[in-house]
């Protein structure tokens, strides 16, 4: 009984508010913006909705879909309105999005974070109770940078078979990261940050980042600061992730160690993400692909969506209503009786979403 109410001290914690947008009342209704998405992302996202009106959250969802043509305004499927509707609200819910790959198209998600500066993706990983795997008591924060680096989007051809990529690294982007990994970790009670990097190699590029987190972090003389090079943060990740609390790093990295960090409580199917933007702008969002092959067949699995609606809640500071869904998706998972396939389990959709539903 102790460790599930350290358990569940710690799954509170790892969710809560990240930027502190204050409304003043659950009873007002709130209009967020919604992004089913593709493949899956229509199922899922219905699940999300009926759990939150079965839990009675004051949410009004204003839902935009990805289009059938470019929108030359964005230079990609996602039309102008469904940014204005997030600027607008100020928060957002988005499913899975697919890029068709090679085809020229700018990233859906890349799109989303450049046009809505949303600097910050910040991914909580912990086990989940009740749910097995390799590690116990995971329980970190990555905290990657999201508009530039290697996703800047600035390719060409040099000469006939030979292509360049260019690496952008920003002082302004990099102090603006660093600066809201260590307020984080200050807020949530976390004792050390460490930046991930490969200055070894990227002098220029990750060294400047590294200055960056070095300046911030004599702000933060109660936060112990670390850097760990890249490779080796990847093995010290798989042989003991507790050595780490709340990482921080430039794009490429966080995309990579935020999966793997996945991988250790169970995968993507179950971990939360909400990107941060200017201005108080939240956008959670599901991680995970839009599994076409199990599209429109009731085989999905919520749980990261509705965690993902969770922090949003918390960003919201619906902090009841988050704490009443968060506890009856656990504890479904938990039971074991209404698991989705890729839990183990033979649940359909439905059945689980009802089975969260019952539990509230």
Not at 136 to 160: A, F, K, M, P
Not at 184 to 201: F, L, M, P, Q
Not at 252 to 276: E, F, K, M, Q, W
């Amino acid at each position: 009984m102790a460790f599930q109410v350290v358990r569940q001290t710690l799954l509170r914690r790892v969710l809560a508010n990240p930027t502190g947008r204050a409304f003043s009342s659950a009873s007002t209704p709130i209009r967020a913006t919604l992004f089913p998405g593709d493949g899956i992302g229509p199922e899922i996202a219905d699940s999300v909705k009926q759990i939150f009106e079965a839990a009675d959250v004051p949410i009004e969802w204003e839902e935009h879909y990805v289009g059938t043509e470019i929108d030359p305004r964005t230079q990609s499927f996602l039309t102008w309105e469904s940014l204005e509707s997030v600027r607008r609200n100020g928060v957002g819910l988005k499913g899975p999005m697919a890029t068709p790959i090679g085809k020229g198209h700018r990233s859906l998600n890349l799109t989303l974070r450049k046009e809505l500066n949303l600097y910050a993706n910040v991914r909580p990983c912990y086990s989940l109770p009740g749910y097995k795997t390799k590690y116990d008591n995971v329980n970190l924060i990555t905290i990657r940078e999201n508009t530039e680096g290697e996703y800047s989007g600035l390719e060409h051809q040099v000469v006939r078979g030979v292509v360049e990529s260019l690496k952008i690294i920003t002082r302004q982007a990099s102090l603006r990261v660093a600066e809201y990994a260590f307020h984080y970790a200050k807020t949530h009670g976390r004792e050390r940050v460490s930046a991930i990097h490969k200055a070894n190699i990227m002098q220029k590029t990750d060294g400047l980042f590294l200055k960056c987190c070095r300046e911030v972090a004599e702000k933060y003389p109660e936060i112990t600061y670390e850097e760990v090079v890249i490779d080796n943060c990847c093995m010290m990740l798989v042989k003991n992730p507790a050595l780490f609390d709340v990482l921080v790093m430039p794009n490429l990295y966080g995309d990579i160690i935020s999966d793997l960090c996945a991988g250790l409580v169970g995968g993507l199917g179950l971990t939360p993400s909400c990107n941060i933007g200017e201005g108080g702008i939240a956008l959670a969002e599901a991680v995970h692909g839009s599994a076409p092959d199990i599209a429109g067949k009731n085989l999905a699995n919520p749980t990261a969506l509705l965690l993902s609606g969770v922090t949003m809640l918390r960003h919201l500071n619906l902090h009841d209503k988050a704490e009443q869904i968060q506890k009856a998706i656990l504890n479904t998972i938990a039971e074991e009786t209404h698991r989705t396939a890729d839990l183990g389990g033979t649940s359909k959709t439905t059945e689980f979403t009802k089975a969260i539903i019952d539990h509230l």
